[in-house]
DNA sequence: CAGATTTTTATGTATGCACATAAAATCATT
DNA sequence: AATGATTTTATGTGCATACATAAAAATCTG
């Protein structure tokens, strides 16, 4: 075997690719160690570790200390979204975007919410209702509640020019949060909002954001029947 | 000051996360450059890069060589869905897992898949339907199409007892692939396989799966009403 | 032989150094 | 002032080395 000299990560990392895909290394099975790897391809450890890391954290390599690299049995293929703010989406997409604030109160959520947000029962939050539009067609129906305690100015900021998306992305600092997607049948009311059929399909995404222990926001947004999100692999 | 002494990339990851969330360093700020964090953390500027890196792969932070790195101005959430075979997605919940083939059979696809496959037009592919079972109860419906020609041996199973998604993950090498998530009204047939009513919104992946220039499948799946499927961001 | 202990080994990472590279900033030239 | 060449600078990466750490494997011990 003649000495294709491997300089740099990249391509390193593309010969592994290439003897996985071709199965010259098969799913499960233990590949050389990183120091033979190095020798073989004539580069630093360091170099291979680099491919691999990035491979393993793609999912498509399994890494144990002492145990070894190997091709992972089944790739769990991740899906890498890139939730952006709804104005970016619909403006990526070459279309006009518009907003319109629907409703905006001081009120005290169902239980259910405060107690997925963890707030006192009793306690009011700010609601917001929202539409998101692209090309003037109605694109989402934004449904959020906001932690007036956790979060500085909101009580201030109307939210009829700026949606709380894009509100709180730019004001209210966050640590972590989770985030659902799933289907739900368009009630009377929403279908007339996103001008759908009533029962008609609709794709939800709900979120939950936390700021240490404290719940910053949650919102549901649905969007109009036949949007996708979509993702390479 | 004094120094509380950052001796791994994960600490230093870590203070830089703190400053972005307190908003000491808020959103499109730029962020003083490597050398300097590595003088103020005491440490290697390599340590300082590692976790900067892992920030902007992570979506937030913004870099560019000579222009520096500058907090993202909007943190484009980035969540990273684990597509796992469904037979590992159902036992990981705890519960049972079942199979059921429906439909098995050689035959020219409509217009649209051929195209989306970039297959001849009258070239013929393998078809399953399948349902993914879940403690007995409906989970999943699966409708796959592969291409017989790109996948060796597809033609000897019978997919009676392993579903497709499995087979081909274990024996056809694929390079890439995209994704799609969305929603959809059950269809009566739909409904009745799935023992929902029709109508009722699924959530739907669809999945095209490429081997280089070649299409090696394309499926869709429909899962029941109430599916969700969550991720930390 | 079971269970505890030690050894071995592959990955994980910190460091100093060197150089590559992109792009902003500056300077030179017309 | 517009254009183009040059310098500067922050990030990107490679490498040799050293040590840390997890976990498998081997060894010891009762």
Chains 1, 2 share one sequence.
Request: with cysteine; aromatic share 8%; hydrophobic share 40%.
């Amino acid at each position: 075997m003649n000495k294709p000299a491997f300089r740099n990560w990249q391509s390193v990392q593309e010969e592994v690719l290439r003897r996985i895909h071709s199965r010259q290394w098969p799913p499960g099975e233990l590949i050389p160690n990183e120091a033979d790897l190095a020798a073989e391809f004539g580069c630093a450890r360091t170099t291979v570790n680099r491919a691999l890391r990035a491979l393993a954290d793609a999912g498509l390599l399994d890494r144990r200390r002492k145990a070894g690299t190997r091709v992972a049995a089944q790739p769990v293929a991740k899906a890498t979204l890139d939730i952006s703010v709804i104005r970016n989406e619909v403006e990526a997409r070459g279309q006009k975007y518009g907003y319109h604030l629907i409703d905006r109160r001081e009120t005290v959520p169902p239980v259910a919410t405060s107690a997925a947000m963890n707030t006192p029962i009793d306690a009011p939050l700010l609601y917001l209702k929202a539409l998101h539009l692209a090309n003037d067609r109605p694109y989402a129906l934004e449904s959020r509640w906001i932690n007036g305690a956790v979060v500085a100015g909101v009580r201030d900021e109307s939210f009829e020019t700026i949606s709380g998306n894009e509100w709180l992305l730019r004001h209210a600092p966050y640590t972590h949060g989770d985030i659902a997607f799933s289907a739900t049948n368009a009630t009377e009311d929403e279908a007339a909002i996103l001008d759908c059929a009533p029962g008609g399909a609709l794709f939800v995404i709900d979120r939950l954001t936390w700021d240490g222990d404290k719940a910053v926001t949650k919102v549901r947004i649905l969007f109009v029947p036949g949007y996708q999100i979509r993702t390479a692999l």
